[in-house]
C-alpha cells in the first residue's frame, strides 16, 4: 500500500508494511533528483529465521522508476518492531545510512543485555552518519534538519524537510497516541518534551508517521497535521499536562507485552541493519537472551 504526497517543491512516496504497521517514506526533490529513505523494512518470519526484500523491493523499484539519486537512508531511531532493510537499499541504489549520535548510549546497553561479541564497538561506526541535534543537511535541493526527539528511547531522531516532519515513534495518528517508554533508556518526562517540541511547530505542518495502528477498522494513514494532534492525540492533546501524561504513559506500559520482534530487530538494528557476524560454519545467529526481558 502506498500514498503519494506532494510537499512545497519536494515529494513525498509513502509504503505501509502490513505485518509491522510501518511506514517507509521516500523524501525526494523532483524527479530525477535526489531522494532519502527513511525507515526501510526487512521482511523478517519469525518463526523460520528468514529474511526477505519483498517491502524494499518496491521502494528501490520506485527509486529507479523516478530515477533518483539516494543521498540518504534516514533510521528514526533502533526500531523494536522491524529490521532495518537500510544495507540492502544502500547496496541496490546507495545513500548513507545515518541515525542520531544517540545510538551509542542504545548500543552500550544491548551489547551487555544480549552479550553480545567483544569486539562490537558501542561508537556508532556501523553508521555512515550520526546526527546531533539541530544539525542542518541537505537531500538535493531540499533543506533538511535532524532533531533529537528521546524519550520512546534515548536515540530517537525527527526529520523536518520544509513543511513535513518525519516524527518517527514520538508520535502515532491522533486516534493512537504516542509511543510506549519502557524499553531501556525510555524516558515519559522526556517524550513529553520531544512531542511539546514538534507540535510546537505551525499547525499546518505535515507529520509523517513510522507506524500506524488503526482500531476501530479504519484505514492506515501515514500523515497528520500539526493542529490535528494538537486537537484530538487521545494521549498528548493540548491541555494535557506533563504530570498527566507520565502518568498515563507510565500506567499503560506497565500493562504492554513487549513486541513481537524486538529480540531480532535490536540485534540487527544497533547494527545499522547488518546481522551479527557469521559463526564459524557460516551462518548467522540471533540471540534470545532467557529471563532478561
Not at 30 to 50: C, M
Not at 180 to 199: E, K, M, T, W
Request: aromatic share 8%; glycine share 8%.
Amino acid at each position: 500500500m502506498k500514498t503519494t504526497t506532494p510537499l512545497i517543491q519536494s515529494f513525498i512516496q509513502s509504503f505501509f508494511d502490513a505485518q509491522t504497521g510501518t511506514y517507509t517514506h521516500v523524501v525526494y526533490d523532483h524527479e530525477g533528483g535526489h531522494a532519502a529513505v527513511i525507515d526501510p523494512v526487512l521482511d523478517f518470519d519469525a518463526k523460520s529465521g528468514r529474511t526477505g526484500h519483498a517491502r524494499a523491493d518496491e521502494v528501490i523499484a520506485f527509486v529507479r522508476q523516478q530515477q533518483l539519486h539516494v543521498d540518504w537512508i534516514l533510521e528514526t531511531h533502533a526500531h523494536a518492531d522491524h529490521l532495518s532493510a537500510a544495507p540492502y537499499i544502500q547496496q541496490a541504489v546507495g545513500g548513507r545510512i545515518a541515525i542520531g549520535a544517540a545510538i551509542q548510549k542504545v548500543q552500550t546497553v544491548f551489547k551487555g543485555l544480549f552479550h553480545l561479541e567483544p569486539e562490537f564497538p558501542t561508537d556508532g561506526s556501523q553508521f555512515d552518519h550520526l546526527f546531533e541535534d539541530d544539525e542542518a543537511f541537505s537531500i538535493g535541493e531540499l533543506q533538511a534538519v535532524a532533531w533529537h526527539v528521546p524519550g520512546h528511547t534515548p536515540a530517537d531522531m525527527a526529520y523536518v524537510v520544509g513543511d513535513a516532519v518525519f516524527v518517527g515513534d514520538t508520535l502515532f495518528m491522533p486516534d493512537v497516541g504516542s509511543a510506549r517508554c519502557d524499553f531501556p533508556g525510555g524516558n515519559a518526562h522526556q517524550l513529553y518534551q520531544s512531542v511539546r517540541r514538534i507540535l510546537a511547530l505551525p499547525d499546518a505542518t505535515r507529520l509523517f508517521m513510522c507506524h500506524d495502528y488503526p482500531p476501530n477498522g479504519r484505514a492506515p494513514e501515514a500523515m497528520c497535521t500539526v493542529a490535528q494532534q494538537r486537537a484530538h492525540n487521545i494521549h498528548m492533546h493540548d491541555g494535557i499536562t506533563e504530570a498527566e501524561f507520565v502518568q498515563m504513559r507510565q500506567t499503560r506500559d506497565a500493562t504492554l507485552a513487549m513486541p513481537n520482534l524486538i529480540l531480532p530487530s535490536v540485534q540487527v538494528n544497533i547494527r545499522a541493519g547488518h546481522l551479527p557476524p557469521a559463526e564459524s560454519d557460516g551462518r548467522h545467529y540471533l540471540k534470545l537472551p532467557v529471563n532478561v526481558f
